[in-house]
């Protein structure tokens, strides 16, 4: 089946502790996309990439890092500069650099310990 | 910096009550997206508007974009229990190759 698969689906953070979060699609869709999701709060974007070697910070960058090395992944680095990361993580694509629709993961939840 | 305002965040109806959403842009868009996100789920791709004034519809969901291509609503008739959720606009722009999403209006459904 094609998709995206975001692992894990649940995640807790130790003070201090660097984690990272997986998101892989074979879709082969060109752009992908990260956001956090806080109750009761809409999509806010942290990083999105067009293509390999390639991605630009959203409106939420700071305390995250990325990298896209392969089309088909797009892993999401929670650091521990990050003070606030508890949230939902999602992880979309899309097919091309317009205004395409996303599909989106199933999401990871992030808890501190 | 771009924003999309989206009323109501919450919004509780009785089963067969009509429901309406509403998004709007601080710019112009190139187009404007719905998406639906089940209680403990991701989003849902519903809909996508372009043109000007454009209305959709699927089943009992109606869609609209306006004629200035800077707001957009959703309209449920008859609510059912499985219209239950929290739908998003999510507003295109050609600069910066992003998406704005409003903030979302969480939909329950009285049996």
């Known amino acids: 089946d094609g998709g995206i698969t975001q692992s894990p689906k649940y995640l807790f953070r130790k003070e201090g502790q660097n984690v990272t979060l997986s998101c892989e699609q074979n879709?082969?869709?060109?752009?992908m996309y990260w956001y956090r999701q806080d109750p009761g709060q809409g999509l806010r974007l942290i990083y999105y990439?067009?293509?390999?070697?390639?991605?630009q910070k959203g409106d939420i960058a700071e305390g995250y890092s990325v990298s896209r090395e392969k089309k088909e992944s797009f892993p999401l680095t929670v650091t521990s500069a990050q003070k606030n990361p508890t949230a939902f993580y999602l992880c979309?694509?899309?097919?091309?650099?317009?205004?395409?629709?996303?599909?989106f993961g199933s999401g990871t939840q992030l808890s501190v310990l | 910096g771009q924003q999309v305002m989206q009323i109501p965040q919450y919004q509780h109806v009785q089963e067969g009550e009509d429901f309406t959403t509403y998004c709007n842009s601080s710019?112009?868009?190139?187009?404007i997206q719905w998406y639906k996100q089940r209680p403990g789920g991701h989003p849902v791709f519903l809909i996508q508007?372009?043109?000007?004034?454009e209305v959709k519809k699927q089943k009992r969901l109606t869609f609209q974009f306006g004629e200035a291509k800077k707001n957009s609503s959703l309209h449920i008739t008859a609510t059912q229990t499985t219209d239950v959720g929290t739908y998003f606009c999510?507003?295109?722009?050609?600069?910066?190759?992003?998406?704005?999403f409003g903030t979302g209006t969480s939909l329950t459904v009285i049996p």
């Open positions: 979309a694509s899309k097919i091309g650099t317009g205004g395409e629709k996303l599909f």
């Open positions: 879709l082969n869709h060109d752009a």
């Open positions: 990439s067009q293509i390999v070697n390639d991605f």
């Open positions: 710019t112009t868009l190139s187009n």
């Open positions: 508007l372009v043109k000007s004034g």
């Open positions: 999510a507003g295109y722009s050609n600069t910066g190759n992003q998406f704005y």
